[in-house]
């Protein structure tokens, strides 16, 4: 059994091995890996992103246990997971977008009072509410046993990502290790807009052109392509490109100018 763990948490406090400890705990034949714990505080975005980014190259039946949860304590949901071959486990704020968008899935509200019966901190959901349940569920327990079905989750991304006839504006979802910056953008939603991209607008860089990797650019120039996961990405060749456009990613945005499928744009 596989438990991944994502979260805000850093590793300078203890909060991390906290967490990990319960779930050894409650699961100690359970196999943990650490996707990062680097994810920028409350950054809900860049956690969906990155939860995007590596959920599908762990085996069926892995549990992914996601902790990036600025509501913890309010109103906001703890929820379960399950597509097909997934569960994951989190707050329902938005942090699972991606993953929602992409697989068929059932939805469950934690139970804290029947995965954690002795009492839990009211800011510290990770360790007593999220890693329980990801041990049990790593344990072969279903979700209908520790959670109720949830008829709607939080998608949470009218702000990231807005059509208005042929322009687009794409937040910036994440700014990765290299500098490359990438935004709310997906072919999968070209494709169901029946859209392809004309010109991507980002502070003072304009192109009309989407390169298919990062060396076909002279070194130190910047680039627009689809990344790994068919999101947009603005690159610079071997340099930082969020450093080079000063990215602030809770704030920036692209604007970017579509056609419809009918008019011939080539490199989308």
Not at 32 to 45: A, C, G, R, V, Y
Not at 160 to 171: I, Q
Request: charged share 25%; net charge neutral.
């Amino acid at each position: 059994m596989i438990i991944t763990f994502m979260s805000d948490f850093g590793t300078k406090d203890g909060y991390v091995g906290s967490v990990k400890g319960v779930l050894l705990k409650e699961a100690p034949d359970a196999r943990l890996i650490d996707i990062t714990h680097e994810i920028q505080p409350f950054n809900i975005k860049e956690a969906a992103y990155s939860l995007l980014n590596y959920y599908d190259s762990f085996p069926k039946g892995t549990v992914h246990l996601i902790v990036v949860d600025p509501g913890v304590g309010s109103e906001r949901k703890p929820v379960i997971i399950r597509t097909l071959d997934y569960f994951f486990v989190g707050p329902d704020n938005g942090v699972f977008n991606f993953i929602l968008k992409r697989e068929a899935y059932q939805a469950f509200e934690i139970r804290p009072e029947v995965v954690n019966p002795q009492s839990f901190s009211n800011t510290f959901h990770g360790r007593d509410i999220f890693a329980p349940t990801a041990a049990l569920l790593a344990k072969g327990i279903k979700p209908e046993e520790i959670a109720m079905p949830l008829e709607r989750v939080v998608i949470d991304d009218h702000q990231e990502l807005k059509l208005e006839n042929n322009t687009c504006k794409a937040a910036v979802v994440s700014v990765d290790h290299f500098g490359n910056i990438i935004f709310a953008l997906s072919r999968e939603d070209l494709k169901h807009w029946k859209k392809v991209i004309k010109l991507v607008n980002f502070k003072n860089f304009k192109s009309d052109r989407i390169w298919d990797y990062y060396a076909q650019q002279k070194v130190g120039k910047p680039l627009v392509l689809w990344n790994s996961k068919n999101m947009l990405e603005i690159a610079l060749s071997q340099g930082h490109a969020a450093n080079y456009f000063k990215v602030d990613p809770k704030k920036d945005f692209a604007l970017i100018e579509l056609s419809d499928v009918t008019e011939k744009v080539e490199n989308n």
